[in-house]
Nanobody
Framework: QVQLVESGGGSVQAGGSLRLSCAASGYTVRTNYVGWFRQAPGKMREGVAAVSTGGRLTTYADSVKGRFTISQDNAKNTVYLQMNSLKPEDTAMYYC????????????????????WGQGTQVTVSS
């Protein structure tokens, strides 16, 4: 059974940093894609960042390029999202997700290409 558990959310002021974690079980992050998504109230879920098999390729939404970094720790089977220079518009529920085993998403930032989802962790950035 695949489980993804996010943690690390919280409330910060603009310009601050947070690191989100996504701990996987029943799923090996080293050999599969993992993505981070977010959804703000009244808005559609959007892709933020994704890391490919073995961490060889990373993809970022334009809105977070240069501020967010996705990485993985294979020993801990965990994927991280380091978020720096946070802005109020980054406020959202953040989710990690994974496609079916060894499936390569056509669009790494497209939510519909992912099948397993965590419960989410809230990030709130105040101005």
């Amino acid at each position: 059974q695949v489980q993804l558990v996010e943690s690390g959310g919280g409330s910060v002021q603009a310009g601050g940093s947070l690191r989100l974690s996504c701990a996987a079980s029943g799923y090996t992050v080293r050999t599969n894609y993992v993505g981070w998504f977010r959804q703000a109230p009244g808005k559609m879920r959007e892709g933020v960042a994704a890391v490919s098999t073995g961490g060889r390729l990373t993809t970022y939404a334009d809105s977070v390029k240069g501020r967010f970094t996705i990485s993985q720790d294979n020993a801990k089977n965990t994927v991280y999202l380091q978020m720096n220079s946070l802005k109020p518009e980054d406020t959202a529920m953040y989710y990690c997700a994974a496609p079916f085993l060894r499936w390569i998403p056509r669009d790494p930032l497209q939510p519909s290409d992912y099948n397993y989802w965590g419960q989410g962790t809230q990030v709130t950035v105040s101005s």
